[in-house]
């Protein structure tokens, strides 16, 4: 029996500098399908890499999401500590919904008056 499969955004930091998208891919896909991999370097004033952290989109179901997060958190992995949480919805993307809302309701109070 297949057990349903959702969506997550996952965050995924304290990775280290030679880490890359194939690495995280590897790793994650052990509990899920992963679909997306970005993986973000804030550098210092020099241009150094300072902070490295990735976003990774994956299909999981919930037990499975459970066991990845669990498994792998705190894991020290290639010159870094993994820290997994659900990542925040961005700025934009809430944006983007709330003005797709705004106009689906604009467009049912028109078919309504017109109705």
Sequence with gaps: MKMNREMKHLYVGGLGQEISGTDLQNQFSRFAEVSDVDIITGKDDQGNPQKIFA?????????????????????????????????????????????????????????????
């Design 55 to 115: 976003y990774i989109n994956i299909s999981v179901a919930e037990a499975d999401l459970k066991k990845c997060m669990s498994v792998l958190s705190k894991t020290k992995w290639k010159g870094g500590a993994l820290q997994i949480q659900l990542a925040k919805e961005s700025f934009l993307h809430r944006l983007a919904q709330e003005k797709e809302r705004r106009h689906l309701l604009r467009r049912r109070a028109v078919q309504e008056r017109n109705g």
